[in-house]
């Protein structure tokens, strides 16, 4: 009963939020809204027993990339800037494709997915089972892409700092000028 | 009337529900990212398309496979790879910035001047 009635206020919280970011004028106030949707989501997640993906989508997005985007907000706007739109057909017609892709993928999800009313109330997975899932290197065991994704990490902390770095003194044009 | 509202606050919530909650954050993103300008309005709607993404991969795992933890690695993995593309992008976008006054993409006709 409970479960029900938290679950249809995060449904709702999640789409006003969703249609509210990126409608909004001001920036500032998508990226507010965005932080709701997330935290509305880690709380699906949450209802759905996956507690360490909870753990992680309360860190990652609505911590880590959430203080990315107001420091890239505080950087790049004025405050109190409102954001140009674009010509209105391209409004109305991307409404339109959004709209109708809508209702086709509804149609289909409400055509064909068999309505799984009450599944099996799994327990919270234990955090060993986890561990050894992430660390294994057995059939249905992800070391490897761990791995990967460690090595994409550093290519992307190394590409972030080149390219937001400020370009003094290794200029081309600089370089010619002082020879 | 009364009787769909108890009933729906009576059986457990039907895997439908998650999946309508999702669509309709993946088809907001889609129009969020074709009718804006502004580079960091478009990251956020990329960031509501990958969310989406996320709740599908918990919700198939949980709803149709329990046992198994597919869907919640692949869950695991996209969060990281979105984490690695936010950094990146707003590195960018930060460069943009210094180099063109403000963040829209149409003042970027060329990569290179």
Same mark, same amino acid.
């Given at each position: 009963m409970a479960e029900q009635i938290i679950f249809y206020i995060l449904a709702i919280v999640i789409v006003v939020f969703s249609i509210l970011a990126v409608s909004s004028k001001l920036v500032i106030r998508s990226a507010t809204y965005l932080l709701f949707v997330l935290i509305a989501t880690a709380g699906l997640y949450l209802l759905l027993n996956y507690h360490y993906l909870f753990a992680v989508q309360i860190g990652v997005y609505a911590g880590g990339i959430m203080v990315l985007f107001i420091m890239a907000i505080f950087l790049t706007h004025k405050p109190g800037d409102t954001m140009k739109q674009r010509m209105s057909w391209k409004v109305k017609s991307s409404a339109a494709l959004a709209v109708s892709g809508l209702l086709i993928s509804g149609y289909i999800i409400i055509k064909n997915v068999v309505k799984v009313a009450g599944y099996l109330k799994g327990d919270e997975m234990s955090m060993q089972d986890l561990g050894h899932s992430m660390m294994g290197t057995q059939k249905y065991q992800y070391l490897l892409p761990f791995e990967v994704i460690s090595v994409l990490l550093l290519a992307c902390i190394v590409g972030a700092i080149l390219i937001a770095r400020k370009e003094t003194g290794n200029d081309p044009k600089e370089n010619v000028k002082d020879k | 009337m009364g009787d769909i509202l108890v009933n729906t606050v009576q059986i !457990?919530? !039907?895997?439908i529900a998650y999946l309508i909650v999702s669509l309709i954050m993946l088809f907001a993103g889609v129009y969020g990212f074709l009718t804006r300008k502004n580079l960091i309005m478009i990251l956020i709607a990329v960031e509501l398309i990958l969310n989406a993404v996320d709740i599908n991969f918990a919700v198939f795992n949980r709803y149709l496979? !329990?046992?198994?933890?597919e869907g919640l690695f692949f869950a695991f993995f996209t969060i990281a790879i979105a984490a690695c593309e936010t950094a990146v992008a707003i590195a960018i976008i930060i460069n943009v910035y210094r180099r063109f006054g403000n963040a829209e993409v149409d003042n970027i006709h060329n990569m290179k001047e």
């Amino acid at each position: 009963m409970a479960e029900q009635i938290i679950f249809y206020i995060l449904a709702i919280v999640i789409v006003v939020f969703s249609i509210l970011a990126v409608s909004s004028k001001l920036v500032i106030r998508s990226a507010t809204y965005l932080l709701f949707v997330l935290i509305a989501t880690a709380g699906l997640y949450l209802l759905l027993n996956y507690h360490y993906l909870f753990a992680v989508q309360i860190g990652v997005y609505a911590g880590g990339i959430m203080v990315l985007f107001i420091m890239a907000i505080f950087l790049t706007h004025k405050p109190g800037d409102t954001m140009k739109q674009r010509m209105s057909w391209k409004v109305k017609s991307s409404a339109a494709l959004a709209v109708s892709g809508l209702l086709i993928s509804g149609y289909i999800i409400i055509k064909n997915v068999v309505k799984v009313a009450g599944y099996l109330k799994g327990d919270e997975m234990s955090m060993q089972d986890l561990g050894h899932s992430m660390m294994g290197t057995q059939k249905y065991q992800y070391l490897l892409p761990f791995e990967v994704i460690s090595v994409l990490l550093l290519a992307c902390i190394v590409g972030a700092i080149l390219i937001a770095r400020k370009e003094t003194g290794n200029d081309p044009k600089e370089n010619v000028k002082d020879k | 009337m009364g009787d769909i509202l108890v009933n729906t606050v009576q059986i !457990p919530v !039907p895997m439908i529900a998650y999946l309508i909650v999702s669509l309709i954050m993946l088809f907001a993103g889609v129009y969020g990212f074709l009718t804006r300008k502004n580079l960091i309005m478009i990251l956020i709607a990329v960031e509501l398309i990958l969310n989406a993404v996320d709740i599908n991969f918990a919700v198939f795992n949980r709803y149709l496979f !329990p046992a198994q933890t597919e869907g919640l690695f692949f869950a695991f993995f996209t969060i990281a790879i979105a984490a690695c593309e936010t950094a990146v992008a707003i590195a960018i976008i930060i460069n943009v910035y210094r180099r063109f006054g403000n963040a829209e993409v149409d003042n970027i006709h060329n990569m290179k001047e």
